[in-house]
């Protein structure tokens, strides 16, 4: 079974949160976007940093400075972003017997979660933050808050 982590969770919704807002201004500050999505600012100015970093974001210092899209933004797959903040994905841990399961000895569960893993891997690799921005919500910003 796969879950996602925290820093995939907050590195996702910081860039859709710039993504969405960016449109109305050049750049986002990591207060503001802390503040509106209910997560600690230091722990989401480490990840804004690594999205920075690697390229999925620009970044510009000072009193006007904030995040603001690239060319690489819209396009990033979910799955790029995964791999970012979580390194490679260990989906072949198996939920009922870690460690024993597998295709030569499979366990009750292994051949649908099997075929789970495979949809979602799909899912991950075929969609992009462009893609979730065009969800047509006119709730967007209220949809990837906690509060």
Request: proline share 4%; aromatic share 8%.
């Amino acid at each position: 079974m796969y879950a996602f982590s925290k820093s995939f969770g907050y590195a996702l919704r910081g860039i859709l949160y710039v993504a969405a807002t960016g449109n109305t201004r050049k750049r986002i500050q990591v207060d503001e976007i802390a503040c509106n999505l209910s997560v600690p600012k230091h722990f989401l100015s480490k990840i804004m940093k690594t999205v920075v970093k690697n390229e999925i974001l620009n970044s510009t210092k000072g009193p006007y400075g904030g995040f603001s899209l690239n060319d690489k933004t819209l396009s990033t797959t979910l799955i790029t972003l995964i791999h970012i903040m979580n390194g490679a994905i260990e989906s072949s841990k198996c939920a009922l017997l870690p460690g024993k399961c597998n295709a030569a000895n499979p366990c009750p569960m292994h051949n649908k979660m099997d075929a789970f893993r495979k949809e979602l891997f799909q899912v991950l690799t075929c969609t992009t933050i462009g893609d979730l921005l065009n969800a047509k919500n006119p709730d967007f910003i209220k949809s990837i808050t906690t509060a």
